[in-house]
């Protein structure tokens, strides 16, 4: 069974940063795309990054592209999301998704195959 398990989350000023973790089990990470997607309150899920299976390829959403950064570490079985700079807006609970077998960019969250629970980024003014 596949789990992707998110860590890292939690509560910090504007200006702060955070790294995020996924880490997954019953399954290498060769050969997935994975992302990053984030649910704020009342909204809809919203794609954040994503990076191949090589780490040749990333692609961020707009919003969060010179202030975060998509990494995996195959050898780990993990991938990272780093945050910088956060605002208010990036409050949201975080999640990974891993899209197997895939060697292109997803950006589409009904394309990926496995999703974590989530961790919670609160980002205060």
């Known amino acids: 069974q596949v789990q992707l398990v998110e860590s890292g989350g939690g509560s910090v000023q504007a200006g702060g940063s955070l790294r995020l973790s996924c880490a997954t089990s019953g399954r290498t990470l060769t050969s997935a795309t994975m992302g990053w997607f984030r649910r704020a309150p009342g909204e809809e899920r919203e794609f954040v990054a994503a990076i191949t299976w090589n780490g040749v390829s990333t692609y961020y959403a707009d919003s969060v592209k010179g202030r975060f950064t998509i990494s995996r570490d195959n050898a780990k079985n993990t991938v990272y999301l780093q945050m910088n700079s956060l605002k208010p807006e990036d409050t949201a609970v975080y999640i990974c998704?891993?899209?197997?077998?895939?060697?292109?960019?997803?950006?589409?969250?009904?394309?990926?195959?496995?999703w974590g629970q989530g961790t919670q980024v609160t980002v205060s003014s």
């Open positions: 998704a891993a899209d197997w077998p895939a060697d292109t960019i997803v950006i589409f969250p009904g394309e990926y195959d496995y």
